[in-house]
């Protein structure tokens, strides 16, 4: 998914219409009366080789108060900050009404993209409305029928070149992962530069202090904070310098259970924020010292280390927290025992509200980012193995001990490790354990994630079947050489 694309426009004109045709699934309710859609929705559009995120919104009515409609233009205006593109459907058949020009202005404004689309636009009946379409200002109208999946192609061809630019920032902003080493890889590890600044996301559940922590490591107020949680809505990206770190950090919306999140804003919000997790190589999860280790951090903290992330953890404010080191030793012993696949992860403890602890908070992902990238030569790894193996043997299924031939390092970016062994489907997953502790513990690997893949290497003779050389034979060979 490269970029996302929200179809906005008055009630009625066929928004949702054309968002079922696009993810191939009647996922929004359509009905002839206005007004039924009062959320945003996302989903997973394809459309020819395009695949991007599609959000259909509420119908944009001329209103300023706080009643439904009210709050259903709010929805769509903050989907349309967020989208990359916009489409602007009118009804062809209707012709341009006033609302419609109130909200071409809008868009002028605010959308990054406008794509304006002229639906129900089969037949002759439709001609003057797309024709009045012109007068918007908006570019050349696409005649579509969402309907009946008309004009479709009209939209690919406008789409196809702004997706191009759109992969191309994905592919600037994505980080390199899962990268395969060499033991004389001169590179290693990349340094963070100002075009490649090491991409850090902030996460946690809402009112954790995330937006404040930021402007203290900003040292200005860039970002909007309060007391009531759910003020950040979208995912904000901020390139800085922090002391000498090139890093680009990204504020995002907190995330709650998925069953306390009602709003579809919330949820178009905590999506966002589940993408900024996999844009970046570092990820800090902010906990609040007063309410720590709810099952949704450990939840956001277990997304963390499945997507291959170097995990940090922050616990926030610090400064009025009364009994310091009980409560430290508390957190971290939970921590080890709920996630113990992120054992030795960097804890700190800051106060986003007075600064204290920002310094070793830099340090701490300084590390985490030097330890994601850790490489060990073949060398290394075979010496350590059979230290390991001497100290706790690998089972023997069925009275045949399975046998570890030799290890070596495959990927970093989170470190991956390839065992060739005999039998791996019979390893148990504890002995697995043991040898991923042994690496974190005996090569200084705290708190990353690591991979540990078991390919098997068989026992075969490789003279096995083959022809066994007679007499004759070697008689024969004899003889050629003797020519």
């Known amino acids: 998914m490269t970029f996302s694309l929200a179809i906005v426009g008055r009630p009625n004109v066929g928004k949702s219409t054309l968002f079922n045709r696009l993810v191939g699934k009647r996922l929004a309710l359509v009905d002839d009366q206005p007004g039924v859609t009062r959320d945003l929705r996302e989903g997973a ?32 205006e903050r989907a349309v900050d967020m989208a990359d593109v916009c489409l602007f459907m009118i009804d062809a058949r209707t012709g341009v009404t006033p609302t419609d020009e109130v909200f071409a202005d809008i868009l002028r404004k605010r959308a990054k993209h406008v794509i304006l689309a002229a639906n129900k636009a089969e037949g002759s009946a439709a001609d003057g409305g797309v024709i009045e379409a012109y007068g918007l200002g908006l570019g050349e109208p696409i005649r579509l029928s969402a309907e009946h999946g008309e004009g479709l192609n009209d939209l690919y061809s406008i789409l196809m070149p702004l997706s191009d630019g759109f992969a191309e920032r994905a592919k600037s902003d994505a980080p390199d992962v899962d990268v395969p080493v060499d033991d004389d890889d001169p590179d290693a590890p990349r340094v963070p530069t100002a075009k490649k600044p090491l991409q850090v996301a902030v996460v946690g559940r809402p009112n954790a202090g995330k937006s404040t922590l930021i402007n203290k490591i900003l040292g200005e107020d860039r970002l909007l904070t309060g007391p009531e949680p759910g003020i950040t809505r979208d995912a904000i990206s901020l390139q800085i310098e922090w002391d000498g770190l090139h890093t680009r950090i990204f504020d995002t919306a907190g995330m709650r259970k998925k069953a306390r999140v009602q709003e579809k804003l919330e949820k178009l919000s905590v999506g966002d924020g589940l993408r900024a997790v996999k844009f970046a190589e570092v990820v800090i999860v902010l906990l609040d010292a007063a309410i720590p280790f709810e099952q949704q951090d450990l939840r956001i903290a277990d997304l963390a280390e499945r997507e291959g992330r170097a995990v940090v953890l922050a616990i926030n404010k610090w400064d009025v927290e009364p009994e310091k080191q009980q ?27 007075t600064g204290k602890g920002i310094d070793r908070l830099r340090e701490a992902v300084e590390k985490a980012y030097d330890v994601w990238n850790r490489r060990i030569t073949t060398a290394q790894l075979n010496r350590w193995l059979t230290g390991m193996l001497e100290q706790h043997p690998p089972p023997a299924p069925g009275g045949k001990r399975i046998k570890m031939r030799y290890m070596t390092q495959a990927k970093t970016r989170p470190p991956g490790f390839v065992m060739m062994c005999s039998h791996p489907d019979k390893l148990p997953e504890s002995y697995s354990r043991y040898l991923v502790n042994g690496l974190r513990v005996d090569f200084d690997m705290p708190g990353t994630p690591i991979r540990l893949y078991m390919r098997s290497q068989s026992d075969k003779n490789p003279y096995k079947g083959k022809k066994k050389a007679g007499p004759s034979s070697l008689r024969k060979h004899l003889g050629k050489t003797s020519k």
């Open 327 to 353: 409560k430290l030793r508390d957190l971290r012993e939970s921590f080890e025992r709920l996630l113990p696949q992120l054992r030795g992860a960097p804890m700190v403890t800051v106060s986003a509200k």
């Open 45 to 76: 559009a394809r459309l020819g080789d395009l695949r991007f995120t599609v959000i259909d919104t509420a119908g944009l009515e001329e209103v300023t108060d706080d009643s439904l409609q009210g709050r259903m233009r709010k929805l769509t």
